[in-house]
């Protein structure tokens, strides 16, 4: 863990990032989204030179061949294929009063995955799209689904499947500075070492992607949240990227946030600003 540890203050140094969230790095003043994501790249690009930025979408996958070499077997009868048409069935259910999510949601709710989350204005804070999924049906009467696996997922995986290949441009808007502070609080969060262990989101997704921890390798930082939701070896079926935050969160023995808390939404307003230029390939299958 000590060498772990090292390796990624390393990392953050050659960044340029702040180490703990008390730096004075972390305020509206000297944060820049944008150098930021430019600075991530240039980091892998410096560690792993042989591989393509837009391969980063697979996470581990980009960067171990024992392990690609699996998951491309795996891919060859896709364990998440049901669920896009389970996805797609639910989708296009009426709700009781003749409506759907396509009512909800520019183009129909087709091919849209790539522009969450968003930061709203109007409500003033950060949509992911399982938040948009849910709020679609509470606007229309509907009791909300449950978060993290089952419906919201499928519906997640099918609204992903139509975006596949959409390059991420998620933007900040530079006219409503509380935009600004929620990717400033989701930097926050990725950096900050919390639970027993001692850990920050950056420990094992940073420098210490690609180090193997017992019998796992972490994935990179870089594309982390572009494949979600995921079919997980691990649960057996589908979840969400905020189940899998605070399954992460429990492995650190670090009490989680319930999904789709502000910290978790800020948390991946920030992760997929950082992924903005690769492509949706969701949803995914991992270990």
């Known amino acids: 863990m000590r060498i772990i540890t090292g390796l990624v203050t390393a990392g953050m140094l050659s960044l340029g990032l702040p180490l703990q969230a008390a730096d004075s790095g972390f305020n509206l003043e000297t944060v820049n989204p944008e150098a930021d994501r430019l600075a991530l790249q240039a980091f892998y690009q410096k560690r792993y030179p042989g591989v393509a930025i837009d391969d980063y979408v697979n996470g581990i996958y980009a960067l171990d061949a024992e392990s690609r070499e699996q998951w491309e077997e795996i891919e060859e009868f896709p364990p998440y294929e049901f669920s896009i048409e389970e996805g797609e069935e639910l ?36 949509k992911t799209l399982e ?73 094992c997704h940073l420098q210490g992607s690609n180090i193997r921890i017992r019998a796992d390798l972490p994935g990179p930082m870089l594309g982390q949240v572009t494949h979600w939701p995921v079919f997980r070896s691990k649960w057996g079926n589908l979840g969400t990227l905020h189940r899998r935050y605070a399954g992460c969160h429990r492995d650190s023995r670090s009490k989680p946030l319930k999904p789709q808390a502000e910290g978790f939404r800020n948390l991946e307003y920030f992760q997929t600003y950082m992924s903005n230029g690769l492509v949706v390939n969701g949803p995914g299958a991992r270990k």
């Open 91 to 126: 989708f296009n259910t009426p709700f009781a009063n003749g409506k759907s999510y396509a009512d909800c949601f520019e183009n129909g709710g087709v091919g849209i995955r790539q522009n969450f989350p968003y930061w709203d204005k109007e409500d003033g804070t950060v």
């Open 131 to 203: 938040f948009a999924i849910n709020e679609c049906r509470e606007d229309n009467g509907e009791k909300p689904l449950k978060w993290g696996k089952g419906d919201i997922a499928r519906i997640s995986a099918y609204m992903a499947w139509t975006s596949r290949d959409n390059v991420f441009d998620i933007q900040i808007p530079e006219d409503d500075s509380r935009a600004l502070q929620a990717y400033l609080d989701g930097k926050k969060f990725f950096y900050t070492k919390r639970g027993q262990l001692n850990l920050s989101c950056a420990n």
